[in-house]
């Protein structure tokens, strides 16, 4: 981990709310686990306080570029927005853990489901398991066709079903619609997105072997400060795990959703 004042190379709104923000920094060369993230100050006052989590997308090791996909929807993520090229990112990072790479082997399937602003992470892992020899096949929920993105990319990578929630892209109605829908063989899953969602899957595929990336609000991001904490499955009340620094991966039945 280490704090740096990266360099915005780039940044664009990709879809409705959606930004896509690029930068630069010899911290980047830290970067080699897909399902970590980044927490950024995104104001050089202290309003806000607080840094903001985001999730690390893409990752160019020789040119020490961090591509960050965030939705624009409150203070924080509005003043980032107006982040410009050649300006600067407080960045801490990367933090957390994330997907194990050396759960799956080569010639296997992997299925990666991702739900909104979870989709990013799975980019980052979908091209490194790519590497492997690991077949992809990705499931991208969203609320509608403006708020999709990032098809095209993972196309590149392998099949790819879409669902939007009023049906104006793919299959109407949620991820879980594409799986009951379309017969998808895979050996291990990989997922992120919205606490219900996860639950959904969980419940819909509760013998399924893989891992959930969950997103939560986080106040340091390091573990110091307990604002993070969820449940382990089957353990006593004061049995918990911080999501920012013991995931915010976990194995599939690990934690109470």
């Excluded at 990336?213 to 911080?242: Q, T, W």
């Amino acid at each position: 981990m280490k704090k740096e004042f990266v360099r915005v190379i780039s940044q664009k709104e990709i879809a409705h709310q959606i930004f896509e923000l690029k930068v630069q920094g010899e911290v980047v060369a830290e970067m080699t686990s897909p399902g970590q993230f980044v927490h950024l100050r995104v104001s050089d006052s202290f309003q806000p306080l607080l840094r903001r989590p985001i999730s690390i997308c893409d990752v160019d090791l020789s040119n020490r570029t961090l591509t960050m996909l965030y939705r624009k929807e409150g203070t924080g993520t509005a003043l980032l927005s107006q982040k410009k090229e050649g300006e600067t990112v407080d960045l801490l990072g990367p933090l957390g853990n994330g997907f194990p790479l050396d759960a799956i082997t080569a010639g296997q399937t992997a299925l990666l489901v991702g739900g909104g602003i979870g989709v990013p992470p799975l980019y980052y892992l979908a091209k490194e398991l790519t590497k492997r020899g690991i077949n992809i096949t990705a499931v991208l929920g969203f609320q509608s066709e403006r708020d999709a993105f990032y098809k095209e990319k993972f196309a590149e990578l392998g099949e790819v079903f879409i669902s939007t929630v009023d049906g104006s892209l793919g299959t109407k109605g949620f991820v879980t619609d594409v799986l009951n829908n379309e017969d998808i063989n895979y050996d291990l899953l990989y997922s992120c997105g919205p606490t219900v969602m996860l639950k959904a899957l969980e419940a819909q595929v509760p013998d399924a072997d893989g891992f959930f990336s969950l997103e939560e609000r986080m106040g340091c991001g390091i573990g110091a400060c307990f604002a993070c904490v969820c449940h382990i499955n089957g353990g006593e009340p004061s049995d918990y795990v911080k999501i920012c620094s013991n995931g915010p991966v976990f194995p599939i039945g690990r934690v109470a959703l």
